[in-house]
């Protein structure tokens, strides 16, 4: 059975996505730590991150960085937190979070119902930074 994830690949259910390549997508978490929570996905259905190949793990890496940097540029945060936690869904992520503070990075913290209009409104944010980076 396809998690949700790949399900929000296929478009199947829907997301706010900022980039999508042949290899990996990327769309707002609906439960954000802080505005701009992105996931980083790969297209292939894998659970555990150590069972992605090289090439695999070195794309999402490079495009994580990438969208970090948009990140960086749409809120001006202290840092831009990279986590790989990986129990909620069975399907590799990365969470790319804008921080001020260590606690922005915990899970106890996400916001239930950010709201549609919120989440567009960021997603509108991160596309127009990844846009003036590249």
């Given at each position: 059975m396809?998690?949700?994830?790949?399900?929000?690949?296929?478009?199947?259910?829907?997301?706010?996505f900022?980039?999508?390549?042949?290899r990996?997508v990327?769309?707002?978490?609906?439960?954000?730590?802080?505005?701009?929570?992105?996931?980083?996905?790969?297209?292939?259905?894998?659970d555990?991150?150590?069972?992605?190949?090289?090439?695999?793990?070195?794309?999402?890496?490079?495009?994580?960085?990438?969208?970090?940097?948009?990140?960086?540029?749409?809120?001006?945060?202290v840092?831009?937190?990279?986590m790989?936690?990986?129990l909620?869904?069975?399907?590799?992520?990365?969470?790319?979070?804008?921080?001020?503070?260590?606690?922005?990075?915990?899970?106890?913290?996400?916001?239930?119902?950010?709201?549609?209009?919120?989440?567009?409104?960021a997603?509108?944010?991160?596309?127009?930074?990844?846009?003036?980076?590249?």
């Open positions: 396809p998690t949700i994830f790949s399900r929000i690949i296929d478009r199947e259910i829907p997301a706010h900022v980039y999508e390549d042949d990996c990327a769309f707002l978490s609906i439960n954000p730590l802080r505005p701009g929570h992105t996931l980083v996905v790969p297209r292939i259905e894998v555990h991150w150590l069972d992605l190949g090289p090439d695999e793990w070195q794309h999402l890496t490079r495009v994580s960085q990438r969208l970090g940097a948009a990140l960086q540029e749409a809120y001006d945060p840092k831009v937190g990279m790989l936690a990986g909620e869904v069975p399907h590799v992520h990365v969470h790319l979070v804008p921080m001020w503070e260590v606690h922005d990075l915990d899970f106890a913290n996400a916001e239930d119902d950010p709201g549609e209009e919120a989440l567009a409104a997603a509108d944010k991160v596309r127009r930074a990844i846009a003036a980076l590249h």
